[in-house]
Every structure is written in C-alpha cells, then in structure tokens.
C-alpha cells in the first residue's frame, strides 16, 4: 500500500483553479427583515439565544442566496468541455479530430459564456494537459481523433453496482456504464447553465406555435420536476426564462414571431442537436418515474421506487435490441431519486418521512406530470458499446 501510495505522486493531477467571490454577509442579507435582526433573542448572552420561527423560515432563503452566488461564481474548466464534446460525439457516433474538438470547445465558451459562467481559457496546452491528467478515461488514437475509453470488465464490489443499478447487470454492460457515467460526472457541473434554453427548446419542438407563456409555464413546472438535479431559485424563474428565449432567438435556434407573441424551431441543428441531448437522460428517467408512480397502489419505498424505474428505464429506451440503447445515467439511482423528490415537490407525489421514505400518487397531478414529460420527452438510441467515438479494451483484447 505504501509503495503503491509513492507511485501514485507521479500521478498528473492538472490545475486547479479558485475564483472567490466577494464575501457574504448574513446581516446585510437580512436587513430588509427587522423580524430576524431585532429579535428579543439578540437582548440575551450569545450562548442563551434560541433561533426564532421568523429567523428559522429565512434559513433557507440564506442557504438559497450562498448556493446562486456559488454558481455564478463557478469557473468552468476545460475538463468539462473536453468531457462535453466527448459525450456529444459519442451520441452521435461521430469520430472527432483534436482540430474539430478545439472548435467544438470554443462553441461550448461561447454559448455558456452567454449564460454567465466563467472560463479560465488556455486551450490547446490546456486541453493536452487534460489528456495526459485522464489518461485511463480518454484518450487520442493514431489519427489524433478523441475517444473514450472503456477499460475490460473488472470484479465490482457489491457497493458500486448499488450506486449504478438496483439489479443484476452484465460484467460488459457493467463496464460501459461505469465509463460513460465517469464521463458524464465531468459533465454535469455545467447543465444548469443550459436547462432553461434546453427544457424551452424541447417544449416548442414538440409543440411549435404557442405564446411564450404557454411555454414558461410548462418550464416553470418542468424545473420543478427536475430540481433536485439543477438547482435554481424560483424567484429567478421569470428572468431565466426570457435569457432564455433570448438566447434561442439570437442564435436562430428558434424564431419568434413578435405580433403573435408565438415561437417556432430556428435553423442552428448544431445548437438544437446540443439542447436535446444535454438533458435527455434526465427527462426518460423522469418521464419512467411517472409511469412507475402511476402503476403504483398505496405507497412505496423510495428505494424499492428507484429499483422499479431502473428496471422500466431499460425496458423503455429499448426493450427488443441486444445491445441497450439508452444513456447509462439514465440507470443511476440517485437520478432516480431526484426524479421522486421532485416529482413530490410538484405535487404529482405524496412524501412520507420516517425511517425509510416512501410515496404516494396524487393521480390527477401526476397524470398531468406523466403527459407533460412525455412531450419533451427525446429518445436517442446510441449504442454506448460499439461506438466510433469509443476505445472498447474488452473488443480488443479479443481480437
């Protein structure tokens, strides 16, 4: 173990990169409330006060206000824009150059920079870096095109197969999954840059046409769904939405129609194409939750709940194919778990407390749920095991 431990401080561990912000002042924060300042508390010692109910119900506006500057704040690295354009090409099945991958890079800063994220860019000795650092996830082959890599199927303790899936799974399936979901954890930090525009987009591209209102409450409801995998404030819904529609309509990713006060799909496919897949698993297993939830009678364990949607996830995206064509996130029982969460948070469940969670379908609400994910909803079949855009060692080593 010790000599294990030596080896590994030869080990590339890239850069890290710190952005403070200015810092944040409970008292300033609540200024504007007198109830929470001027408690009779504050006429005790320090060690005698007790929180007052006024001040407990501003908690969690606080812990809300820390968690949005947190985000604002976040810089953006080029290991998750590497791991961005990877998993777009892998749903595409699509081989990439080193070349086309700087020039897919550059789109993703363009378009996240629009929404407010920060960029530290130094791309080319940045993006080489990153190889070398992930060395064992990703990798270029001979002709300098990205893929990722998929080490052959290793023993997996009883522990990480919970995480990945509630049942049983092939040792090859197995292996797949735990790559892509690898790769994916290098994505997700950046999403909730995108939801808005990406939720907007998928509504009107199944049903084009509408007011914009008609739109924003569809998103509005659709966020609360998915909330406890993109974090966001609903007092910022309103201008989240319009950046969004903004966003859309200046890249001619949709086309409003100003007099009607109506949108319809734009002509930028690049762009669309990047707002669809982006979310995709996210919303199957939402849409599955709700078709579990509504099959259900009386209550349910929230981790019998998350078993049952991981077994319908499989059967949904692609029940007669020998290969399964769904993203493998789409299996994670903590997405799973959001999904319940949110879907209570909505309304469409009944949360019960205790020593294990469970759940109850409100029938009305969580049918108007089932068909509101169903029409966002955006089947990509891609064949994560034999994939142009993947290096399959377990393919290899059998030749």
Known sequence: GFLKALHNLNDHFGYI????GLPISAREFFNQNPKVLNSPETAKPMDLQAVTPEQFKQVQSLANHVITVQQKNTMVTIANFVALTLMQNIQLNKLATIDEVYADIELFIKD???FGAGVFVDLKDAVERILVVHQKMMKLDSEKRLKLIIASPMELSDEVKKKIKGHLMHPETMATSVSVIQ???YVNPVLHFLVPASLLYLCVFHDPGQVTE????RVKVLRKMLS???FYVESDMEDKFQEAVTFCYRHDVLAYDKEM???????DKKRQWMLTWTLAPFITTLHVATIIMLEQHGRITEAEAAK???RKVVEFVQPREEHWLGHPYSLSLEVARNCLRGLADARSLIKYRGDNISYEAVPVNLEVAHRLTLSVLHRIPVDFHNN????????QSRL
């Open 261 to 267: 006060d109506t949108l319809k799909l734009g002509k």
């Open 183 to 185: 790769l994916q954890l």
């Open 112 to 114: 996240l920079g629009y």
């Open 17 to 20: 990169y710190l952005n403070v």
């Open 308 to 310: 049952r949607i991981q």
């Open 214 to 217: 008609v739109y924003f409450e």
């Open 228 to 230: 406890h995998e993109f």
């Open 388 to 395: 142009k855009a993947v290096c399959n060692q377990l393919l």
